[in-house]
């Protein structure tokens, strides 16, 4: 589903943030993205959403390697994608409801079904949203926005869900809620590729990481880390 081969990035100017990065992800997979700020979780997570090229090397999406797909393909893997940013990116002058639900219309349906839009109540209430489903984005707090950014994330239930540091403004009751979900789309088959630096969530939920240090990758298993 996600292959990285020798995969470098610069930003110009810069020195290189990691060097020939090579791992995969099967269906299903769990896996953590460690390492310090800095150390280039967000870039690689970035480029894992199509959203950045990398300098060399070539990262593969569903059996399509980015650098030469079409546009059509291109648009169809990311309908396959939920990506979390780590700065939230939601619409501010759109209210909570509608935030989510753009993402299906972008994902091709026009019209939003009723049982779409039960889905989207459902999200907003396991996120403690429920209050603000008519608020406008640039009203909320930095993590009622977070949790808005996931529930639009795993609304159109994405093959790969790619999360860059998604409970960072929670507080533990919510990162539990968010990692319920997270845990449950894996379970239902989504391959989850999750960033963070909260030690307690690597050490309760035991799952494969990738470490992120010097420019380099290592996957661990869930008993060596912290
Ligand atoms: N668009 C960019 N242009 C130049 N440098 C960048 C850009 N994005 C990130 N960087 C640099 O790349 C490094 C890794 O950043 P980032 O991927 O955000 O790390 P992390 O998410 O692990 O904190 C940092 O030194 C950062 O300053
Ligand atoms: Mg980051």
Redesign the pocket.
């Known amino acids: 589903m996600l292959v990285l081969t020798e995969v470098s990035k610069w930003?110009h100017g810069?020195s290189r943030?990691f060097e020939n990065v090579s791992f995969e992800m099967k269906k299903g997979d769990f896996l953590y993205l460690v390492?310090g700020?800095?150390?280039?979780?967000?870039?690689l997570l970035r480029m894992i959403a199509t959203e950045e090229s990398p300098t060399s090397g070539q990262v593969s999406l569903f059996g399509y390697p980015l650098a030469t797909v079409s546009e059509s393909t291109l648009r169809a893997i990311r309908q396959s994608i939920g990506y979390v940013p780590?700065g939230t990116r939601l619409i501010p002058d759109l209210t909570v409801f509608d935030n989510v639900a753009l993402s299906l219309s972008l994902a091709g349906h026009r019209v939003i079904s009723a049982a779409s839009k039960a889905k989207i109540s459902e999200l907003l209430n396991r996120l403690g949203l429920e209050s603000k489903r008519d608020h406008l984005a640039c009203m909320l707090s930095g993590g009622e926005a977070q949790r808005v950014a996931v529930a639009r994330a795993l609304v159109r239930t994405p093959e790969l869900i790619i999360a860059d540091e998604p409970t960072g403004a929670q507080d533990r009751d919510y990162t539990w809620s968010l990692m319920d979900l997270f845990l449950k789309a894996n379970v239902g088959g989504a391959a989850v590729i999750l960033?963070t630096h909260d030690r307690e969530i690597v050490r309760r939920v035991r799952k494969r990481s990738a470490v992120?240090r010097k420019g380099q990758v290592t996957l661990e298993d869930a008993a060596c880390i912290y």
């Open positions: 930003y810069q943030i390492g700020t800095g150390a280039g979780k967000s870039s780590q960033a992120l």
